[in-house]
C-alpha cells in the first residue's frame, strides 16, 4: 500500500472515475496508509488515513485544492522517531472518508432521455436493467454522480526549545514533569468537503467545514475552531534546568457560530446553541525569582469565558497566589529537661553529632529550623513526637539519632543528628583541705588530626570511649600504647579502661572497600515464568525476586531446580550487598540492569523471541527487587532488553545497537557456559572501591588537679538558645 494514490483508491466508486475534475492531480499527491472499507443498501463508504507524497496546497480563499510541485513515489512513509526536534511538515496527515449512495443520477437521467440514435440502444437497453427512467429514488443500481469526499487535514505540532514538561503541586507550585519528554503545541484540526450531488444543475464543489473538528464523525461547524493546545498544560520557559518562569495552557476554543456551541462549553457552564465567543479553560503564569526558594508568585485564570455579540461579557475565575517555597538548610538540636525543670544542653562535637549527659530520666525536646513547616521527626528510625522521654536507668550509654524533614517542594530537606547520651553520677561531696584524695581529673586527647578522625563521645571516672567523626559501624580498633593490643570491631565505638595519671593511644582502622564494576543476579534455569497481564508485570516480578533463593549470588548446578546452587550462595538482595547500596553506591546513581538468557542451540525467530521477553523479565526483577529495597537511595534505572516487543528493539537505553546485535550475543551464550546466562547483572558507576585508613590519637588522664576555684557555684545549664520560630506564612491566595 505504500504507493496507494487517495485519488487510484477513490476513482473506481466514481462515475467513469472521471468527475474528480482538477482535483485529480491534487489528490494523486495523498498517498493512503490505511483503510477500510463499508457497504449497504445506502451506499459504499471508504474511509482511513493518509500523508502527502509530494507537495500539497489547500487554498482556502479561493476554496480549491492545487498542485504546488510533483509526486515522489520514493519518499518513504513519515517515521515518528526521525522526525525534527522542533517541527516537521512531514508530520502532517489527512483523514478521509468518500461515501457513493446507491442513488441515480437525475443528470444522467436526463442525458439518456435525450439520445435518439438507434446505435445507442444497446446502453439504453444495459441502463434499463440498473433502471428505468424516471429515475427511481433510492436505493438504487441506476448510475451515480453524486459523492462526497471528506478530508481532515491533521496538523503537525510544534516542540518549542525553551519549553519543558512541568506539572502543579497541591501547593500550587510549578516542579519538573519527568513523565513527559517534551512540551508540544497542537494546531487545529481542518476539515474540507469536495462533492458533487445528483439533482440536475449540480457542480463538483471544494468547502471548508470546521476549523476545529474533533474527527470524521463530528459535523462541525465553519464558525467552531480550537485555535491551539498545549501538552502537557504546564511548562517551565528557558534552559533545561531553568525554574524561575512557568506557563500554564490548556486551550483556545473560538466560537463564531450562531447555530451551535462547542460540547464542553454546552456540558460544563450550561450555554445554548446560540452563544458564541472565546473560552480558554486554564492561563497561569508562574515566577520564582530565587527557583525552588524563598517565595514564588502565581497568578492566572480558569474557565475564562469572553463572549461576542449578543452573549458579550467576560467571567472566569481569577486568581493571584503568593508561596513561600522554604528557605535555608534544615537544622537540627536539642533540648533536655528532668522533672525539677533543669535544662540540658548539648555539646556540638560537628554539625551532625553531639553529646550530652544527664539525669537517669528526662524528656527531650526536638528543635528543628530552617526549609518549609510542617515538620516531620523520627527517633532511631522510628517516627516521634516532637517531645520523647528518654531512660538511661538500665542503659546508661545511648545513642539518640534524631532525623528531620521538612516540606519543600517534590524533594523534602532532610537533616540528621546523632547524640551519645551518657547518663550522670552522682556528685561526690569534696572533703575538707587536705582530708582526702583529690577528685578524677577529666582525660584529654592530643591534637593530632587523624582520617579517620578519633574522638571522645563520653566518659566517666575511670573509662574513656571513643569514636569517630564521622561516626561508623565500620571501624576495627587496637590499643597501640601500651604494646600487645588486639585489634577488635567492628564498632561504632571503643571503650578504654584510663586510670589518673595513665595515657594511652589507640589506633582507628577502616578496612578498604573493593567495589566491582559489575554485580552479576543467578537465576535457575526458564525463571521467571512469563506473566500474563502487562500491567501486573513489575509487581509480580518484584514479589518473584524476594521468594526463598529465587536469584542468589551464586550460579544454578543443572536446569533442575531441585539440584541447587554452587556452595556459598547467598540471598542476592541480603548483606553484604545491601551495606553495598546503602553506603557505598551514592544515592541517585543511575543504574543499568542487563538481563541474559542461555542460547539452547536453536536460533529460530521463536526461540529468539521466546529468550528475549526471559531475558528482559529477569531484568525487570532486579531492578524492581533493588529498587524496593533501597528506596531512599533514590537510585534511578534503565534495563536491556527493552521494549516487550523485540520488533522494536532497540529503546532509548539500549547495550545494542540493533536486534541483530542483541542475538548475536545471544547465541555465544551456549555451552559449555550456558549456566552462567541464568542471570541478569547490574552495572555500578566507577571509583566506589576505597583505600584502607588509619589513624592513632592519644589520650591521657592527668594525675595532678589543678588549684580548686575559691567558691564552686551550682549553676543549672542552661538551655541552648532557642531557634527562631518557623515561619508562620506558607501562601496567600486572592
Do not use: C
Amino acid at each position: 500500500m505504500a504507493n496507494l494514490a487517495l485519488a487510484d483508491l477513490v476513482s473506481p466508486y466514481l462515475l467513469k472515475g472521471e468527475n474528480l475534475g482538477a482535483y485529480h492531480a491534487a489528490l494523486s499527491v495523498i498517498r493512503v496508509t490505511a483503510y477500510s472499507l463499508a457497504a449497504s443498501d445506502d451506499g459504499i463508504a471508504i474511509s482511513g488515513r493518509a500523508e502527502f507524497n509530494g507537495k500539497g496546497l489547500i487554498d482556502i480563499s479561493q476554496g480549491r485544492l492545487l498542485i504546488a510541485g510533483s509526486t515522489n513515489e520514493a519518499t518513504p512513509p513519515f517515521d515518528p522517531q526521525r522526525r525534527s526536534p522542533v517541527f516537521d511538515l512531514a508530520e502532517t496527515s489527512v483523514d478521509f472518508e468518500v461515501f457513493v449512495p446507491r442513488d441515480g443520477s437525475l443528470i444522467i437521467g436526463q442525458g439518456e432521455g435525450t439520445i435518439a440514435a438507434a446505435g445507442f440502444a444497446q446502453t439504453k437497453a444495459v441502463l434499463d436493467v440498473w433502471g428505468t427512467l424516471p429515475v427511481q429514488p433510492a436505493p438504487s443500481d441506476y448510475p451515480s454522480s453524486g459523492f462526497t469526499l471528506d478530508l481532515i487535514v491533521n496538523a503537525p505540532s510544534i516542540r518549542p526549545p525553551f519549553l519543558h514538561p512541568a506539572k502543579m503541586n497541591d501547593r500550587g507550585l510549578l516542579e519538573p514533569d519527568s513523565s513527559v519528554q517534551e512540551v508540544s503545541l497542537s494546531l487545529p484540526r481542518l476539515r474540507f468537503r469536495l462533492a458533487h450531488g445528483n439533482p440536475i444543475g449540480s457542480q463538483l464543489r471544494f468547502d471548508i467545514v470546521s476549523f476545529g473538528t474533533e474527527g470524521l464523525d463530528d459535523p462541525g461547524d465553519v464558525g467552531e475552531a480550537e485555535l491551539i493546545a498545549m501538552t502537557p498544560p504546564y511548562a517551565f520557559i528557558g534552559g533545561r534546568s531553568d525554574q524561575v518562569v512557568g506557563i500554564g495552557f490548556r486551550k483556545a476554543v473560538l466560537d463564531l457560530s450562531s447555530n451551535a456551541t462547542p460540547p464542553e462549553i454546552i456540558s460544563k457552564f450550561g450555554f445554548g446553541d446560540d452563544w458564541s465567543g472565546l473560552y480558554l479553560p486554564e492561563v497561569r503564569i508562574f515566577v520564582a525569582p530565587n527557583g525552588a526558594q524563598d517565595l514564588a508568585i502565581e497568578a492566572g485564570v480558569q474557565d475564562l469565558l469572553i463572549g461576542f455579540g449578543a452573549t458579550h461579557g467576560i467571567s472566569g475565575d481569577f486568581e493571584l497566589a503568593v508561596i513561600d517555597q522554604g528557605q535555608g538548610d534544615l537544622t537540627l538540636s536539642a533540648r533536655f529537661f528532668d522533672a525539677d525543670a533543669h535544662a540540658y544542653g548539648i555539646e556540638r562535637l560537628s554539625p551532625t553529632t553531639a553529646r550530652v549527659t544527664l539525669p537517669a530520666q528526662t524528656r527531650m525536646v526536638i528543635d528543628i529550623q530552617g526549609g518549609l513547616p510542617p515538620y516531620t521527626t523520627s527517633l532511631n528510625g522510628a517516627a516521634s513526637s516532637r517531645l520523647y522521654d528518654v531512660d538511661l536507668t538500665a542503659n546508661p550509654q545511648q545513642s539518640l539519632v534524631i532525623t528531620g524533614h521538612d516540606s519543600t517542594g517534590a524533594t523534602p530537606k532532610t537533616a540528621t543528628l546523632t547524640i551519645q547520651a551518657q547518663r550522670r553520677t552522682a556528685q561526690t561531696t569534696l572533703p575538707p583541705p587536705d582530708a582526702g584524695a583529690s577528685p578524677t581529673q577529666k582525660a584529654t586527647p592530643d591534637p593530632a588530626v587523624t582520617d579517620p578522625q578519633i574522638v571522645i563521645a563520653f566518659q566517666t571516672d575511670t573509662d574513656v570511649t571513643l569514636t569517630t567523626d564521622p561516626q561508623t559501624a565500620q571501624m576495627m580498633w587496637t590499643i597501640t600504647n601500651p604494646p600487645g593490643g588486639v585489634e577488635t570491631g567492628p564498632q561504632a565505638t571503643f571503650t578504654v579502661p584510663l586510670a589518673t595519671g595513665e595515657t594511652k593511644t589507640v589506633r582507628a582502622r577502616l578496612t578498604g572497600t573493593i567495589v566491582p564494576t559489575e554485580l552479576f543476579y543467578y537465576f535457575y534455569f526458564d525463571e521467571p515464568p512469563r506473566v500474563l497481564n502487562p500491567q501486573q508485570e513489575d509487581s509480580l516480578l518484584g514479589a518473584y525476586a524476594d521468594g526463598d533463593d529465587n536469584i542468589s549470588t551464586a550460579k544454578a548446578l543443572t536446569p533442575l531446580r531441585g539440584d541447587g546452587r554452587e556452595p556459598g550462595a547467598l540471598p542476592a538482595f541480603g548483606d553484604p550487598r545491601r551495606q553495598l547500596f546503602d553506603t557505598v553506591v551514592p544515592p541517585g546513581t543511575a543504574l543499568k540492569v542487563y538481563g541474559e538468557a542461555s542460547f539452547e542451540a536453536d536460533a529460530s525467530d521463536a526461540k529468539l523471541d521466546y529468550n528475549y521477553k526471559l531475558a528482559r523479565r529477569r531484568a525487570i526483577a532486579v531492578h524492581q527487587a533493588l529498587a524496593n529495597h533501597h528506596a531512599a537511595r533514590g537510585f534511578t534505572f534503565t534495563i536491556d532488553p527493552e521494549p516487550s516487543n523485540m520488533a522494536d528493539y532497540p529503546g532509548p537505553n539500549a547495550r545494542f545497537s540493533s536486534l541483530a546485535a542483541w542475538k548475536a550475543n545471544w547465541v555465544g551464550h551456549g555451552d559449555p557456559n550456558r549456566r552462567d546466562w541464568w542471570s541478569a547483572s547490574v552495572e555500578l558507576p566507577p571509583g566506589l572501591s576505597q583505600p584502607e585508613k588509619h589513624g592513632n590519637r592519644t589520650v591521657t588522664r592527668p594525675s595532678v588537679p589543678p588549684p580548686p576555684p575559691p567558691v564552686i557555684p551550682v549553676v543549672d545549664p542552661p538551655a541552648p538558645n532557642p531557634p527562631d520560630p518557623p515561619s508562620w506564612f506558607r501562601s496567600a491566595k486572592l
